[in-house]
């Protein structure tokens, strides 16, 4: 497996890796939609402050993290009510996915880890998950336990989620 940060020759690989899939993975994955525009975007950095990452097995996609630089306004509104400051220079707000055939595979572990550690070269204070975690989706859950998340809250939207916060470094 090879991770990094995607590139504008990524387009085709990264819509390839979209378009494949599976509805259930779709439903679970919501930042932005599925089509080649959005790969070209991605590719070409036309997501203000935002980064992506993607994981090669060889040739192809099999893993895929958006991460943005700050908060996004719902989640901004939410975490505002949590005990925790919000630093929009140091915070981060990430996306993850994995194809479906590797899910389960370390793939998702690897992505994230390469992920984090470029984030705490950045600076990076702490790191949440856009638009959180469904609570039913307890194999993401137990994931982000796994690698040292914690739920800082719950809130409804297609049915209950969990707000889910990483530090990478201690505060000054």
């Known amino acids: 497996m090879h991770i990094r940060q995607v590139t504008q020759h990524d387009k085709d690989k990264l819509y390839l890796y979209l378009k494949t899939l599976s509805e259930e993975t779709r439903k679970r994955f919501g930042p932005h939609p599925f089509d080649e525009h959005t790969a070209w975007l991605v590719c070409s950095g036309g997501y203000k402050n935002c980064m ?43 996306a993850p996915s994995v194809a479906d055939a590797y899910q389960s595979r370390g793939v998702g572990s690897l992505l994230l880890e390469f992920v984090l550690e470029d984030l705490r070269k950045r600076g990076a204070y702490k790191i949440i998950l856009w638009g959180g975690v469904q609570a039913s989706n307890l194999k993401a859950v137990n994931f982000y336990y796994k690698h040292g998340f914690r739920k800082v809250g719950e809130f409804e939207y297609y049915g209950n989620n969990y707000d889910m916060v990483k530090y990478l470094q201690k505060l000054c």
């Open 52 to 94: 992506a990452y993607i994981c090669l097995n060889d040739v192809l996609v099999v893993g895929y993290a958006i991460v943005k630089q700050g908060y996004v306004p719902g989640d901004r509104n939410r975490y505002i009510g949590y005990p925790i400051t919000l630093s929009d220079r140091h915070d981060y707000t990430l």
